[in-house]
């Protein structure tokens, strides 16, 4: 059978379009896939931002304006990467059309928004949504995700999911609305970094009972447009230590979302430990994912190990790519674009999906316990 033809418009040509529509030109190295994206359709409120889309034959629609593309009954998918303070909006518009959407994170400006959205889909059941999380579709991630689900861990012990890079680290560095409240909204960090933190936790299960947060603003102002220090009013760091549970039994859990974190890059780090086994994997080595086991060593008695295993370029959805090559962001961007478009056509079955729409509304709330926590100096619930 021939593979479904559906057309993808960009709403927003900066950084992330740009790695959606590089992840699209290279559909041919997914094997067997049901569907096939074109990218037919850019905007931007900037016009020289969809310049670099030139380079794709396929585009044949740019604008200033997205309504136009809501407007085209060509487009069957929008994916959206906009400010956080333009979200709601956006999104409730693009649902509205009966379109299908790839939201960025985190659905929303804060709470209200996200279920302003989340009323939009129940109005509109026909829009499929998705929000954008790649981190988990590297290899390693995956085979952590299925450690810990094959129940190896036994008894937990204590769980941890990480976002660290220092993109902030510059105290010089310009303001721009990742640092302001107004547009980026009063969960900072959190907003911007937190669903690659909790996109696995709570799909294996583990919503947290309480929140303790432990919020930083480590650069309280930065250079504005003429040079002089305006207000950076947003969350830098975050570090979330929650109770959660896995198979019934409590277990503390911590995500941090930081960006300013010395000698990181882009680091997105895993780690479930147990009394009968323990997993960890971190992008910073994308190769390796480490398990814990307790073994017999010949000549040495009964003893504690951390295995190292190579994990190859497989993910979710099968590719052309050897298996014993390695994977990098690039290729967890196609893989989450092949679970997003499988899940929609229906072929996804049970396997790993994006992100969805509750997880990332839940989310908000979860923020919003972390800054009454921090405030107050208490455990708060979700």
């Not at 900072?188 to 919503?207: F, I, K, Q, S």
């Not at 307790?294 to 050897?322: A, C, K, M, N, Y």
Request: net charge negative; charged share 20%.
């Amino acid at each position: 059978m021939s593979a479904e033809t559906v057309n993808v418009a960009i709403v927003g040509g900066g950084l992330m379009g740009r790695e959606i529509a590089a992840a699209i030109q290279r559909w041919p190295a997914l094997i067997d896939h049901p569907v096939r994206p074109r990218l037919t359709a850019v905007c931007d409120i900037n016009p020289a931002a969809m310049e670099w889309f030139d380079e794709i034959d396929t585009v044949v629609t740019k604008t200033t304006d997205y309504h136009e593309l809501l407007a085209d009954d060509s487009i069957d998918v929008v994916y959206v990467a906009v400010r956080h303070d333009l979200h709601e909006k956006i999104y409730r518009d693009v649902i509205a059309s009966g379109k299908s959407l790839l939201a960025e994170k985190p659905f929303g400006i804060d709470g209200a928004a996200a279920q302003a959205v989340l009323e939009a889909m129940a109005e509109h059941p026909e829009a499929f949504v998705r929000v954008s999380s790649e981190m988990p579709f590297f290899p390693g991630a995956q085979l952590a995700i299925d450690y810990v689900k094959s129940g190896a861990l036994g008894t937990i012990v204590s769980a941890r999911n990480s976002f660290l890079h220092s993109s902030d680290l510059d105290v010089h560095k310009p303001i721009n609305w990742k640092r302001q409240v107004e547009f980026c909204g009063e969960a900072g960090v959190m907003n911007d970094l937190g669903m690659h933190t909790w996109h696995v936790p709570l799909r294996l299960g583990w919503a947290p009972e309480t929140v303790y947060g432990v919020l930083q603003n480590l650069v309280p102002t930065r250079p504005g447009p003429d040079g002089s220090p305006v207000p950076c009013d947003t969350w830098d760091n975050a570090t979330l230590h929650s109770w959660a549970r896995h198979e019934g039994a409590l277990f503390p859990l911590t995500t941090e979302t930081k960006r300013i974190d010395p000698g990181q890059k882009n680091t997105w780090e895993f780690e479930a430990i147990g009394l009968d086994g323990g997993v960890r994997f971190s992008t910073k080595n994308p190769k390796t994912v480490s398990v814990f086991t307790v073994t017999d060593v010949p000549g040495g008695g009964r003893e504690q190990v951390w295995q190292q295993i190579d994990v190859g370029s497989q993910s979710v959805w099968p590719t052309v790519t050897g298996g014993i090559f390695e994977s990098g962001f690039s290729d967890s961007i196609l893989q989450m674009w092949a679970v997003f478009l499988a899940e929609r056509h229906g072929s996804l079955g049970d396997r790993f999906g994006a992100a969805r729409p509750e997880e990332a509304a839940l989310t908000h709330a979860i923020y919003r316990a972390a800054a009454t926590s921090h405030a107050e100096g208490r455990a708060v619930a979700p």
